[in-house]
Nanobody, 132 residues
Framework: QPQLVASGGGLVQAGGSLKLSCLVS????????IGWVRQPSNEEIPGRNR????????????YYADSVKGRFIISRDNAKNMVYLQMNNLAPEDTAVYYC?????????????????????WGEGTLVTVSS
């Protein structure tokens, strides 16, 4: 049974940093493309206004949305079945529920993030709140 468990969210002041982690099980991480998707925490409808913010393919092809480029860093440790998102210089607009997700294959990391609604496996999400 594929499972992704995200952790590391919390409350942080603007300008601060957080590192999200995602532990995967039930499938071989090395064989999958992975990514982080976020949904504003004030969005009441599940799935609406989600944004694929960073994705990484098996070959390390990486994509960042303009909203996080230069501030966030995605990484993976296949041996530990872990995916990470280092978030720096956080701003109130980064407040959201952050989901890790995986798909067996995508043509490019950018395409994976743009088609986040079609990803195979999803975690439950971890809430990040950035205060001003």
């Amino acid at each position: 049974q594929p499972q992704l468990v995200a952790s590391g969210g919390g409350l942080v002041q603007a300008g601060g940093s957080l590192k999200l982690s995602c532990l995967v099980s039930g499938f071989t991480l090395a064989h999958y493309d992975i990514g982080w998707v976020r949904q504003p925490s004030n969005e009441e409808i599940p799935g609406r206004n989600r944004e694929g913010i960073s994705c990484m393919r098996q070959n390390n092809d990486t994509y960042y949305a303009d909203s996080v480029k230069g501030r966030f860093i995605i990484s993976r440790d296949n041996a530990k079945n872990m995916v990470y998102l280092q978030m720096n210089n956080l701003a109130p607009e980064d407040t959201a529920v952050y989901y890790c997700a995986a798909v067996i294959y995508s043509n490019t990391a950018q395409l994976m993030c743009s088609m986040h609604y079609a990803l195979d496996y999803w975690g439950e999400g971890t809430l990040v709140t950035v205060s001003s």
